[in-house]
């Protein structure tokens, strides 16, 4: 068993007329500090996973346990609480606040979950330290560059050091060469920190830099690739 159990994980998605399976029973776990890609084409159900993982999105039925806890099993303002408090996201497209600078994006993580000012702002100045926008704190979104932006986005999913980081194409938006980067840098705030990294992606190239990669098709995970054995 593992940090993050997931036990016939099925969605599906209705309309009068049809029916659509998105996730056909999934069954897997995920170990503490690993650093996993789930990698597919598009359409085939990866980013349907990651939300029901991460409880943003409800399965049609099957559980998810989170270090003991049945998310789905939650009430909604517990869910939001749980996820806010054990999760940090990292989107394709950032998801930054425009009218915020760096810092004042990246406290908000901390700032929502009623931390107080002076801590929010600490926390964020010594996360966007670690991965090097020091210079940058008070810079709006629309003067970064796109590497920049995810960084700014990995550091506002780390400020409040969140047991898990859920990836939905962090680096889909950016070209090869800041892509790699962003992957090393994702690598060594693992290694620093020994959080889970749970990355959905469709670039191979990126996926190698894992522990592990699930492989999905139509639904289903249908491969396991061990790259680096973290249970010993």
């Known amino acids: 068993m593992g ?3 997931v036990r016939n994980l099925k969605k599906e998605y209705r309309t009068d007329k049809v029916s659509f399976e998105a996730l056909k029973g999934i069954d897997m776990d995920i170990q503490s500090g690993e650093v996993l890609s789930i990698l597919g ?12 993982l991460s409880g943003i999105d409800d399965p049609s039925s099957g559980k998810v346990i989170i270090g ?9 303002d517990s869910k939001t609480y749980f996820r806010a408090v054990n ?23 901390m700032l929502a979950s009623g931390r107080k000012e002076k ?3 600490e926390a964020a100045r010594n996360v966007l330290e670690r991965v090097g926008l020091e210079d940058r704190l008070f810079y709006y979104p629309s003067n970064l560059s796109g590497g920049e932006r995810q960084r700014v ?3 506002r999913a780390l400020v409040h050091t969140p047991k898990i980081i859920w990836a939905d ?12 980067k962003i992957m090393e840098l994702i690598i060594n705030l693992n290694q620093e920190y020994g959080q889970t990294f749970v990355i959905v992606t ?15 098709d139509s639904g289903m995970i249908v491969e396991n690739i061990i790259l680096k054995d973290k249970r010993n």
């Open 3 to 5: 940090y993050i159990e």
């Open 41 to 52: 084409p598009s359409g085939c159900g990866k980013s349907t996973l990651l939300n029901c």
């Open 68 to 76: 003991g806890t049945d998310v789905h099993a939650l009430k909604d």
């Open 87 to 109: 999760m940090g996201f990292v989107f394709q497209f950032y998801n930054l606040i425009p009218v915020l600078n760096v810092i004042e994006n990246v406290e908000l993580a």
């Open 119 to 121: 801590e929010s702002r």
């Open 153 to 155: 986005s990995i550091a």
């Open 169 to 180: 194409e962090p680096t889909g938006a950016l070209d090869t060469e800041t892509g790699k």
């Open 202 to 216: 469709h670039d191979e190239r990126i996926s190698n830099y894992s522990d592990r990669i699930l492989k999905m």
